[in-house]
């Protein structure tokens, strides 16, 4: 049985889509069977896989809205063992069509549960908001990463998406829990950046991954070619970085053991 993972914070450029892309990817190269589910109108998910937006036929939208079996929207990435279902803007009138329907909060629940059969990872990409569409992927998850910017800006907006998971837990999905909190765009050379790291970790303590996903101009550049970081410089500091995400995930679910070393797995 596999499980599913939310990555959300209502706060835009935080770095969700480029974890999602290379988490995912890190784990399908670690042979991990991976889907990932782009719930963002906006689609960078599905174009930074390499699909083009323009050609995708059928959606997330379709299987929340026309109840299409997610099965056959999944499509093939250039990862082996990373598969997609893709997005599209029709996606932004999803939340006023789910209006009306009962228990719309878990209609994408219902839609993805038999994929969890399929693989060992699901991940959804969700859109800077805490609208419909996220509650529904929050309520169909097992857990949430939440991407935290090490920025002056970091914290604010967390107690409201906390609070969101809280109610969640409450009346939707009470075994969601947060997977953990990651620390994305550090720059070690920046006071701030490393203000910012022991803020979170002040706050969040052991909820906080170990790894600390870098600035990288190689992470950066890979969406423009519509590849993963691992694909278009394995040797970066944002592959290496994603990589050792990929293995504390698997430590933090009891796939694979951790030496004393920090970051340093057997596989």
């Known amino acids: 049985m596999g499980k599913i993972i939310s990555l959300a914070n209502q706060k835009g450029g935080v770095g969700k889509t480029t974890t999602t892309i290379n988490l995912a990817a890190s784990l399908a190269v670690l042979e991990k ?3 990932v589910i782009d719930a963002d109108p906006q689609a960078n998910a599905t174009s ?3 699909l083009d937006v323009k050609n995708v036929q ?3 939208y379709e299987c929340i809205v026309d109840e299409v079996e997610a099965e056959k929207v999944v499509l093939k990435t250039e990862i082996e063992n990373l598969d997609l279902i893709p997005s599209h803007i029709d996606l932004v009138g999803a939340e006023i069509e789910m209006l009306n329907l009962p228990n719309r909060e878990k209609v994408l629940k219902n839609s993805i549960e038999q994929l969890k059969n399929i693989y060992d990872f699901i991940f959804i990409d969700c859109s800077p908001s805490l609208g419909l569409i996220t509650v529904n992927a929050l309520t169909a998850s097992d857990s949430v990463v ?3 910017q090490c920025e002056y800006f970091a914290l604010e907006g967390l107690g409201k998406l906390l609070n969101t998971i809280k109610i969640i837990q409450n009346r939707l999905n009470q075994d969601l829990e947060i997977e953990g909190f990651l620390l994305t765009m ?3 050379r920046l006071n701030l950046s490393n203000q910012v ?3 979170v970790k ?8 170990d790894t600390v996903i870098q600035r990288n101009i190689k992470l950066s550049e890979a969406p423009s070619y519509g590849k993963p970081v691992i694909l ?4 970066s500091k944002g592959a290496i970085s994603h990589m050792n995400l990929a293995r504390e995930i698997l430590q933090r679910n009891s796939m694979t053991t951790m030496s004393k070393e920090k970051n340093v797995v057997i596989i």
């Open 33 to 35: 069977k991976v889907l």
């Open 58 to 60: 059928s959606s997330i």
């Open 202 to 209: 002040r706050h969040f303590q052991d909820m906080v991954f």
């Open 232 to 235: 278009y410089d394995a040797s």
């Open 146 to 148: 939440i991407p935290v």
């Open 197 to 199: 790291y022991e803020e």
């Open 186 to 188: 550090y720059d070690s």
């Open 48 to 50: 930074g896989l390499g």
